[in-house]
């Protein structure tokens, strides 16, 4: 079995929607909560020093998007080669969504 290479409206598609799901995990407020169980956070309040408990790695896993990007984008890419639409079908909410937020900051840049 070749690997296939999405074409550009599919590739557009999981790349907007990989983007969109790393930014859920690193950096939306609403996964603060978990994000900071993972990360060993805890109650930890800026500008004390971090907690020993503070994993360092996995908090640069977490919010780089070149690091947990690349394993979205993969998982998105291994998808798409065993379930093409479903994937796309999968892709598309989080699309729209990342829509919504690229109008809302264009819009609000244009009304300041």
């Not at 907007?16 to 603060?32: G, K, N, S, T």
């Not at 930890?44 to 947990?68: F, G, I, V």
């Not at 909410?93 to 809302?104: E, I, K, M, R």
Request: aromatic content about 16%.
């Amino acid at each position: 079995m070749t690997p296939d290479v999405p074409g550009p409206y599919a590739a557009f598609l999981l790349a907007v929607a990989a983007y969109r799901i790393w930014r859920l995990l690193a950096e939306d407020d609403i996964l603060d909560r978990p994000r900071r169980y993972l990360l060993g956070l805890g109650d930890w309040q800026e500008p004390d020093p971090a907690p020993d408990t503070y994993r360092t790695k996995w908090a640069e896993l977490l919010t780089c998007p070149w690091c947990l990007g690349f394993w979205i984008a993969l998982t998105f890419w291994v998808a798409w080669q065993l379930e093409p639409a479903w994937t796309l079908w999968f892709a598309v909410p989080w699309v729209l969504s990342a829509g919504v937020a690229l109008a809302n900051a264009i819009i609000g840049a244009l009304t300041e």
